[in-house]
C-alpha cells in the first residue's frame, strides 16, 4: 500500500506560498503544491485565476457562516478535496467546461 503513496513526486507535497488580496487586505496562503494544482482546476471552470477563487470563497464562507473565517488555509485544503471526492462520485462532472457554479449537489452524499 504505502508504494501507491510514497511514490508521488516530492514537488506535489512542497510547500509553497502565495499572497494575495481579500478584500483590499494583503494575506499569505501557504499549501502544497497539490492544492494549488486542484485550485487552478476549479477556479478555470468558472474562468477565474485562483486569487479571484479564493476572494469567492471567502465571501461566501463569512456570509454564510456571518464570521471571520478561523483557518482559511485549512477550508481551502478542505475544498481541494472535497472538489475531488465529488468528481469521483459522479455528483461534479469530469466535464470541466461545466461550471462549478452551475452545479446543484444531491444530498444523499456525506460529502454534501
Given at each position: 500500500?504505502c508504494q501507491?503513496f510514497?511514490?508521488?513526486?516530492p514537488?506535489l507535497?512542497s510547500?509553497?506560498?502565495?499572497?494575495?488580496?481579500?478584500?483590499?487586505v494583503?494575506?499569505?496562503?501557504?499549501?502544497?503544491?497539490?492544492?494549488w494544482?486542484?485550485l487552478e482546476?476549479?477556479?478555470?471552470r468558472?474562468g477565474?485565476?485562483?486569487?479571484?477563487?479564493?476572494?469567492?470563497?471567502?465571501?461566501e464562507?463569512l456570509?454564510?457562516r456571518?464570521a471571520?473565517?478561523?483557518?482559511?488555509?485549512?477550508?481551502?485544503?478542505?475544498?481541494?478535496?472535497?472538489?475531488?471526492a465529488?468528481?469521483l462520485?459522479?455528483?461534479i462532472?469530469q466535464?470541466?467546461?461545466?461550471?462549478?457554479r452551475?452545479i446543484?449537489?444531491?444530498?444523499?452524499?456525506?460529502?454534501?
Amino acid at each position: 500500500m504505502c508504494q501507491v503513496f510514497i511514490s508521488a513526486d516530492p514537488a506535489l507535497y512542497s510547500s509553497r506560498t502565495r499572497s494575495l488580496r481579500l478584500h483590499g487586505v494583503a494575506t499569505s496562503i501557504r499549501l502544497e503544491n497539490l492544492f494549488w494544482d486542484v485550485l487552478e482546476k476549479i477556479a478555470a471552470r468558472d474562468g477565474y485565476t485562483v486569487p479571484q477563487l479564493c476572494t469567492t470563497l471567502y465571501d461566501e464562507l463569512l456570509r454564510e457562516r456571518s464570521a471571520e473565517p478561523t483557518n482559511f488555509t485549512s477550508f481551502l485544503r478542505v475544498c481541494c478535496m472535497r472538489y475531488l471526492a465529488l468528481q469521483l462520485d459522479g455528483q461534479i462532472p469530469q466535464d470541466v467546461r461545466i461550471p462549478i457554479r452551475s452545479i446543484v449537489l444531491e444530498s444523499r452524499h456525506m460529502y454534501s
